[in-house]
T-cell receptor
Framework: DAMVIQNPRYQVTQFGKPVTLSCSQT?????MYWYQQKSSQAPKLLFH???????NEADTPDNFQSRRPNTSFCFLDIRSPGLGDAAMYLC????????????FGEGSRLTVL | KQEVTQIPAALSVPEGENLVLNCSFT??????LQWFRQDPGKGLTSLLL?????REQTSGRLNASLDKSSGRSTLYIAASQPGDSATYLC??????????FGTGTSLTVIP
């Protein structure tokens, strides 16, 4: 059974039209991450949460925001998508300092027209 | 800052061949190293996790080794199959939940 679930798998939006991507996890992990991955590139960290403590990377554009209403769910909001925001968005959790193992969802592929 | 490199970027082998994928990192103060598989248009699937105190991990036809002092890890795939075709990424973890990824090796196994 999938442990990290992302919806939608595919999202098409128009330039400037807000988008929300969701992530849920059944692992009860405290830490959740949002990564952006473009073709043939390494995943790039946008945000991470330790429990409800929110951390955004210094170079994450203001156009991106995130919410974590409870342990199980996390959302990524893209307020005004541009063509350069077309990418795969990956949600992940980790097992904490006991193992530090990352678990990823299937990703949400964003297309901007 | 940690830098993770995977060479080659792409690899093509005939079915049945044993192969080795490489991952190198510049800062040896890692907590662990993880190998992932990524199929086109999909997320990352964890293959093997090696803690910093370990030398290797095995799962089926996969064996991953870690040499922290030299900043290197290898992923050995035995008797490759067309279904092994995918991109393989490595990632190292530092304390504070910091992960650094390589850009991956794209593997094609030719039937």
């Amino acid at each position: 059974d999938a442990m990290v679930i992302q919806n939608p798998r595919y999202q098409v939006t128009q330039f400037g039209k807000p988008v929300t991507l969701s992530c849920s996890q059944t692992l009860n992990h405290n830490v959740m991450y949002w990564y952006q991955q473009k073709s043939s590139q390494a995943p790039k960290l946008l945000f991470h949460y330790y429990d409800k403590d929110f951390n955004n990377e210094a170079d994450t554009p203001d156009n991106f925001q995130s919410r974590r209403p409870n342990t199980s769910f996390c959302f990524l909001d893209i307020r005004s998508p541009g063509l350069g925001d077309a990418a795969m968005y990956l949600c992940a959790t980790d097992g904490g300092m006991v193992t530090g193992e990352l678990f990823f969802g299937e990703g949400s592929r964003l297309t901007v027209l | 800052k940690q830098e993770v490199t995977q060479i080659p970027a792409a690899l093509s082998v005939p079915e049945g061949e044993n192969l080795v994928l490489n991952c190198s990192f510049t800062d040896s103060a890692i907590y662990n190293l993880q190998w992932f598989r990524q199929d086109p248009g999909k997320g990352l699937t964890s293959l093997l996790l090696i803690q910093s105190s370990q030398r290797e991990q095995t799962s089926g036809r996969l064996n991953a080794s870690l040499d922290k002092s030299s900043g290197r890890s290898t992923l050995y795939i035995a008797a490759s199959q067309p279904g092994d075709s995918a991109t393989y990424l490595c990632a190292v973890m530092h304390t504070g939940n910091q992960f650094y990824f390589g850009t991956g090796t794209s593997l094609t196994v030719i039937p």
